[in-house]
């Protein structure tokens, strides 16, 4: 059995229940809030929703952010499967995780990935869901880096034809010419700064705006008597 595809909860190896805490205030908005976009996922999430770039793109869209540091497939799946889209009808989800599935395979890694796609579209039938790419990790070349980019390969190909899922690249500003990674991008060679944020987010914001765009109902112009 994949465990990247396996409902599971975090376990709680500080002892302060803090990611079940969490999980319950995301619960609680999905029933005091109606969003239009629901960013789901990981750090690389988390972590954008401190940034400028958060509050100039995405903030305006009306959006929940139900990311949490250190989350791996399983973990979101779990989250899924336990409420976190109930009683909310968004028109958009924006799902980035899998980079910390870190001693897990490419293939084990993009069924988790695929499997979180079929739970929340069974949950929401009408919904865009957004995959942005795994982004590339460590200042230099490495073998986490090299799944990262298997595991985007392979959610694509997984995804192709799929009603109403679309992968977006997000990665392709932040390698320099050598390969490296700037500290200026991603203050750990990890999460995103926010000229990091910037780079990699812009072409998110510009497809959730179309997407958004799109389902604008027609105003009728016609001229009032």
Known sequence: MNPCAVPTQRPDVDGDERWICIHRRFLSECREKDPDVIFLG?????????????????????????????DRTENVLWRVENGELDNVKPKIVVLHVGTNNTENSAE?????IVEIVHRIRSKLPDTYIVLPTLLPR??????????????????????IGLNQVQTVCIGKGLLQTDNTISHHDMFDYKNLTNSGAKKAFEPVHDLLSQILNENEPEKDLTPSE
């Open 42 to 70: 990981d750090c690389v999430l988390e972590t954008l929703q401190d940034s400028e770039t958060w509050n100039q793109y995405f903030a305006p869209l009306h959006c929940l952010n139900f990311s949490i540091r250190g």
């Open 108 to 112: 084990q890694i993009a069924e988790g």
């Open 138 to 159: 460590g200042q230099l070349p490495n073998k986490l880096r090299e799944k990262n980019e298997k595991v985007n390969q392979i959610v694509k190909e997984k995804t």
